[in-house]
């Protein structure tokens, strides 16, 4: 059971956010990126899987706020950033890539390959 006072709970929730997001759930990824980025706002992956969710759900405005965050935290976010090596699936990855590059993440399309 996670544990919510646990200062790491933040990692575990964005995790399972992308779990979420990449079972076709955004709108339940979204929640918990949200709750994971209020947790600790300085984590790029929490901005990642929120960027990503805010597009997929309709709500670009967010979606642009988060890709700003994720740019705070990386100032050098692309579409390249080594989290695309995380999954083993590309369809997974290209999933999550697909959706920051609608939110507004700089980058080329095979920029993770």
């Not at 979204?30 to 709750?35: F, K, S």
């Not at 929120?50 to 705070?72: H, M, S, T, W």
Request: charged share 20%; glycine share 6%.
């Amino acid at each position: 059971m996670l544990n919510p006072s646990d200062p790491a709970a933040f990692m575990f929730i964005a995790g399972q956010a992308c779990v979420h997001f990449l079972k076709g759930r955004p709108a339940r990824a979204l929640e918990l990126a949200t709750d994971a980025a209020a947790r600790y706002p300085d984590w790029d992956f929490t901005w990642m899987v929120l960027g990503a969710a805010a597009i997929r759900c309709g709500d670009a405005a967010l979606a642009a706020q988060a890709v700003e965050n994720l740019k705070r935290v990386l100032p050098n976010a692309a579409l390249s950033h080594p989290i695309s090596k995380v999954f083993r699936d590309p369809a997974r990855r290209d999933a999550l890539i697909d959706a920051l590059r609608d939110a507004g993440l700089p980058g080329h399309a095979n920029s993770a390959d």
